[in-house]
């Protein structure tokens, strides 16, 4: 059984159809990159993963559960971490895992345990007692990282993790990717850093206008468009669908 089961999704907006019958599977213990142009539909896909959007047509199960005939067991499965995540700035970072943890049904002694754990892993437990308003961009990334683990979930579900990070915690965020698949548990990306979705990623897909127009490992995306990384082979994909649209 695959960690993400996606059969004939869409979404349509009025008339605007957002994305095109979907089907891809996901499985467990992999890193799956998920790529395309502003618009594509990547992060309706992403928000209908994680329940903020109910889909028009089609099916997802996560890990054997059906997201709309039971929303509420397939978000226990789920780690979710938006584009623009949402950060309670007079809270401390150990009363936002607090709150996050009880949005859960954790118990304390957990959410005590476990997430002091995680804020020490990710360089903040020096400063978990601290405001998260004095806390710098890249350690509010850290903190939302910590916060999406907290519960354990099978599949953490990323829009655009690495935005505005230093080196440093780009490296830190990429190996923790990485060390959640090891553990047979699996992370959905979405990226616009072609050069780390080409390090951290085991499979890739390309969609475009809503539509899945490539899907592979990043070393047959790399042979089957005869480039040498996958910054180019992007670019060569999605303009050959423009110059198809247009022609």
Known sequence: MSMIEIDQLEKRYGKFQALHPLTLHIEKGEVFGFLGPNGAGKTTTIRTLAGVLTPTAGTVH????????????????????????YLYDKLTAREFLQFVGQLYDLPSTQIKTRGDALLKEHGLIERADELIEAYSHGMKQRLVLSASLLH???????????VGLDPHGARQIKDRFR??????????????????????????????????????????????????NLEEVFLQITQEQMDAQQG
Request: glycine content about 8%; charged content about 25%; hydrophobic content about 40%.
């Open 62 to 85: 996560i890990d054997g559960i059906d997201i709309i005939k039971n929303p509420v067991e397939s978000k226990k499965k789920v780690g979710y971490i938006p584009d623009r995540p």
């Open 179 to 228: 060390s959640i698949a090891d553990e047979g548990r699996t992370v959905f990306l979405s990226t616009h850093s072609l050069d780390v979705a080409q390090e951290v990623c085991d499979r890739v897909g390309i969609l475009f206008k809503g539509r899945l127009v490539a899907l592979g490992t990043v070393q047959e995306m790399l042979t089957q468009q005869n480039q040498g």
């Open 152 to 162: 354990e979930p099978q599949l953490l579900i990323v829009d655009e993790p690495m």
